[in-house]
T-cell receptor, first 114, second 117 residues
């Protein structure tokens, strides 16, 4: 399967713990995006990488959130000191660096903070 | 700032009936428009996209959408709905910077489609 892969698919954590999610984009895609989707809402943009450079961050990405893409391939999203409000689906997407193309989404990581 | 409105939170249709899901956007320039579908607990699958040219675009699974600039709309249609079409549908507008950044999207709230047999 050459689609966008996200791990884990589900994560349950206690409030205050740190969690890390991984995203493996489609291999030839050098653009990578993270989104957050809460129940009953559409996805909201969090951050964007072009290769290893993080080019844009949403105001939704508080100081407790950090994303990396160290070698321009896979990416990680870490949430420190989780709060109940962090419970959501975290979606990763990738796209190639050319005109008139869409983003391809992974199946997401469902985070539940208890 | 750009925004997308899907006025219908939940729509119920009978199998075989026609379907139209509404989408209105607010954006200062020519938008790049998308419809995605999401099954419960799953990621997003692209149904169709509009970048330029013919305002009536065809997508997968028999869906089509029409871009109407004068109405700032991009409504999704299907002539005959199948039970497997039950899912949540999201309209999105893509933001361009130099015409290349289509992965940064603003989504609508979504429309849940229920199909009765």
């Amino acid at each position: 399967d050459t689609g966008v892969s996200q791990n884990p698919r589900h994560k349950i954590t206690k409030r205050g713990q740190n969690v890390t999610f991984r995203c493996d984009p489609i291999s030839e895609h050098n653009r990578l995006y993270w989104y957050r989707q809460t129940l009953g809402q559409g996805p909201e943009f969090l951050t964007y990488f072009q290769n290893e450079a993080q080019l844009e961050k949403s105001r939704l990405l508080s100081d407790r959130f950090s994303a990396e893409r160290p070698k321009g391939s896979f990416s990680t999203l870490e949430i420190q000191r989780t709060e109940q409000g962090d419970s959501a689906m975290y979606l990763c997407a990738s796209s190639p660096d050319r005109r008139n193309t869409e983003a391809f989404f992974g199946q997401g990581t469902r985070l539940t903070v208890v | 700032a750009q925004s997308v409105t899907q006025p219908d939170i939940h729509i119920t249709v009978s199998e075989g009936a026609s379907l139209e899901l509404r989408c209105n956007y607010s954006y200062g320039a020519t938008p790049y428009l998308f419809w995605y579908v999401q099954s419960p607990g799953q990621g997003l699958q692209l149904l169709l996209k509009y970048f330029s040219g013919d305002t009536l675009v065809q997508g997968i699974k028999g869906f089509e959408a029409e871009f109407k600039r004068s109405q700032s709309s991009f409504n999704l249609r299907k002539p005959s709905v199948h039970w497997s079409d039950a899912a949540e549908y999201f309209c999105a507008v893509g933001l361009g910077s130099g015409g290349t950044s289509y992965g940064k999207l603003t989504f609508g709230q979504g429309t849940i489609l229920t199909v009765h047999p």
